[in-house]
């Protein structure tokens, strides 16, 4: 199986700030078709996850442009140019490149 | 507007069987693949398998082995994620999204609000 890795687990950030979450992948995750399959999400309290980021790079419909995705192979990172407070929640990163899709730990961002 | 609407919260008893559904409407429900992941209290989102809207085609986690069955209704545009032989490492909030069946790559842009299903004696 493709495992996913993430640091920090836990990311306490000041409004205005940015923020960055690394995820670490086991293989690499480039396809022959030219992109890494490499998506993140955030998961608000008491919601259900939300795409942010797919195929590494492609911000999803309606996302902040504050948002920005990067990486290749096998390592990918996720950054935030200034957060805001609602951006809190559980970042997750997952490899969508073969089954099983194995979803990262998770990062908790909080608001400091 | 797209929207995934799954079935109410379940209580079942450890060794039953626990059937969710997932209603799609909004778009063309054939055009997709619906997953389901789930996850436990506190823990991490488990991808559990996926089901070709149009064709019917599934996979799913080794994990499950042969106590998960997914299937659809394509009448009713409602995919459904039935677990057997619970135990109470089963009690979880279940979700089902969906990914495009032509655009490369695999991820989730819809979700359900989720179902939560307690094992518990």
């Known amino acids: 199986d493709i495992v996913v890795t993430q640091s920090p687990l836990s990311l306490p950030v000041t409004p205005g700030e940015p923020a960055s979450i690394s995820c670490r992948s086991s293989?690499?995750?480039?396809?022959?078709?030219?992109?890494?399959?490499l998506d993140w999400y955030l998961q608000k309290p008491g919601q259900p996850p939300q795409l942010l980021i797919y195929?590494?790079?492609n911000r999803a419909a309606g996302v902040p442009d504050r948002f920005s995705g990067s990486g290749s192979g096998t390592d990918f990172t996720l950054k935030i140019s200034r957060v805001e407070a609602e951006d809190v929640g559980v970042y997750y990163c997952?490899?969508?490149?073969?089954?099983?899709?194995?979803f990262g730990q998770g990062t908790k961002l909080e608001i400091k | 507007q797209v929207r995934l609407v799954q079935s109410g919260a379940e209580v079942k008893k450890p060794g039953a069987s626990v059937k969710v559904s997932c209603k799609s409407s909004?778009?063309?429900?054939?055009?997709?693949?619906i997953h389901w992941m789930r996850q436990a209290p506190g823990q991490r989102l488990e991808w559990m398998g996926y089901?070709?809207?149009?064709?019917?085609?599934?996979r799913h986690s080794q994990n499950f082995r042969d106590r998960i069955t997914i299937s659809r209704d394509t009448s009713a545009s409602t995919a459904y994620m039935e677990l057997s032989s619970l135990t109470a490492e089963d009690t979880a909030t279940y979700y089902c999204?969906?990914?495009?069946?032509?655009?490369?790559?695999?991820?989730?842009?819809?979700w359900g609000q989720g179902a939560l299903v307690t094992v518990s004696s």
């Open positions: 293989q690499s995750l480039f396809y022959s078709n030219g992109y890494q399959y």
């Open positions: 089901i070709f809207a149009d064709s019917g085609y599934t």
């Open positions: 909004g778009y063309i429900f054939t055009h997709y693949v």
């Open positions: 999204a969906r990914d495009s069946i032509e655009a490369p790559g695999t991820y989730f842009d819809y």
């Open positions: 195929l590494a790079s």
């Open positions: 997952t490899q969508s490149l073969e089954t099983p899709y194995i």
